[in-house]
């Protein structure tokens, strides 16, 4: 059911760090090996091994050379490599989480207004263009598309506690869409972006280059940790998460920020086994039953 | 005894900051700590500190500052002479500062970043191990952020001990050219030949877009090889599928402007990588100000780990000189 896995690309980042490049195009079956690979290297954990770094189709480790011999990491990597193959028969301990999302909020419109001669189509929101692009009829009807099938977390990161997605659909019902030409210097906190084929929610205010489709009333990073989905840590995300995002209105986005801001708003969330082979088999089956966790 | 640094003036990116945190680049949470750690180092070990307690960096324009008890300190790395009261003291030399008197800098005359050591440390909370400041997260420091004028610092106990002084030749020297060595790697196979050269044979320039993110330099253009763009890579040639990003790594988005991602790095993202700095060469970019003429040079790994010894080494005799 999956393609054979691809050899994989080492490279030295300088005297501390491995790359590895997993493949050269995005896919689920490349970002659900880097899962695999980085997990059970976690519980290998050599002594010197500091950062271990799952991304989209490749991963990354930082490790102290004076402790850990750099061929030695190489061989052991390439080992896992072996080992874990096309990954197919792993089933890999997650969650499914669901994030209301408030699409065409005033915030980010009137971010995006601000930075017009920044984009692609001037003339239209970022929604509208994402919409037209990708070949839907309306913006109601690309909503749908991108609130209907599920998210898997292929990425934590760029900036604290950042989670890229990549939408669990075939290749053919995957949305694209470019990032903004030049970068913006504002993002509202929380905005749920999008660039390439990749969804994100900006954890923090700041610049962006990712088209802007909503905002979430979830907060996903708090360095306070004062509210109760961060007693453990700071960061919500997790790479593997798999996101559902509900969309929401006016009425019940402010009802979720009194929540946030009486320190009693919860992300729904429910704990679930994924394995490739059945979902690359029947993914809307496969999806379909996941999110009935949500129930 | 602890005490407290009242901030009269903040200089212009004044932060808190020590060896840094490790293991949770995964989540986007990167190292910290001063860019320039030889220097930071020095600091401590000058005022008799542990070697990885938290210092203040001051990047082009030093701050004032009021103490409120009696304190050994050191001042390490860029040329920016330290006052008390206006009095002019030395560099890469324990001093004494007495309660209610004004430590004060004169103007940056060399390299980019100093470091204050004050004894007993800066003594902010710990955050995921760390004092140091990470600004895009508003994550540990003071109050995760770079001082502000009003800002009251807290400092640990510790005596420390005045008129240590670092030895000539363990003191660097930071000019306007300067070598930063580089193993090649991650996506320079994206590079044309002519491309590599380029990279490798440019004086490059470093422009004032220069933070504790990343150093962004001008000088060329690199040719790309023709492709078919990857599947969620985007379209232009210096695009790649969001990968993680090495500490030290130099991407080139648009093929223009190599950028040095420094110890407040982006953990990922969509550009194409070419190379990646040696952790000890991040020293040198770190005391590099806009304008100074870059050369990146190419080692191979065992040139590299050559490097990290040697860097050990210097390091060793400082500890030794000053113990």
Sequence with gaps: VTAAAQEARYSWGGDEFVFVELAEEMSLQANF?????????????????????PANASYQVRYDPDVLEPHALLAQLKELERQVGDAADVALPTRVLEIPVL???PWTTETLLRFRDRHQDPDATDIEYAARINGYGDVDEFIAAHSGSPWFTSMVGFVAGLPFKYQMVPRDRQIVVPKYLRPRTDTPKQTVGYGGCF????????????QMFGITPAPIYDPTQSLPDFTDFMVFFRPADIVKFTPIDREQYDAHVAEVEAGTFRITQRPVEF?????????????????EVLR | MSGTIEVRKPGLSTTVQDTGRTGYYDLGI?????????????????????EDAAVLEIVYLGPELVFTRDAVVAVAGAVMTPKVDGEERPQWESFAVAAGQVLSFGYLAGGARAYLAVSGGVDVPVV???????????LGGFSGRPLAAGDVLPV???????????????RPSFGKDVEVRVVMGLYDHRLTPVGRATFLDTTWSLTPVADRIGFRYSGAELETVD???????GQDPSNIVDAPYPIGSIQVPGSVEPIVLHRDAVSGGGYMMVATVLSGDLDVVAQSAPGTRTRFVEVDLDGALAVRADRRERLDRLREALA
């Design chain 1, 33 to 53: 090996r880097a899962m695999a690979i980085t997990a059970a290297l976690r519980e290998q954990r050599p002594d010197g091994l500091l950062d271990i770094c």
């Design chain 1, 103 to 105: 699409y065409r909020d």
């Design chain 1, 199 to 210: 969804s994100c929610i900006y954890s923090v205010r700041g610049a962006g280059g990712y």
């Design chain 1, 275 to 291: 394995a490739l082979a059945p979902f690359l088999d029947d993914p809307d089956g496969y999806n379909a039953r996941l999110l």
């Design chain 2, 30 to 50: 990167p190292p910290s700590g001063g860019l320039d750690q030889y220097s930071l180092r020095a600091a401590n070990l000058l005022v008799g500190n542990p």
């Design chain 2, 128 to 138: 995921l191990g760390s004092r140091s400041t990470y600004g895009l997260g508003a």
């Design chain 2, 156 to 170: 640990g106990s510790g005596a420390g001990r005045a008129g240590r002084s670092a030895p000539d030749d363990l």
């Design chain 2, 227 to 233: 492709r078919e763009p990857p599947f969620g890579a």
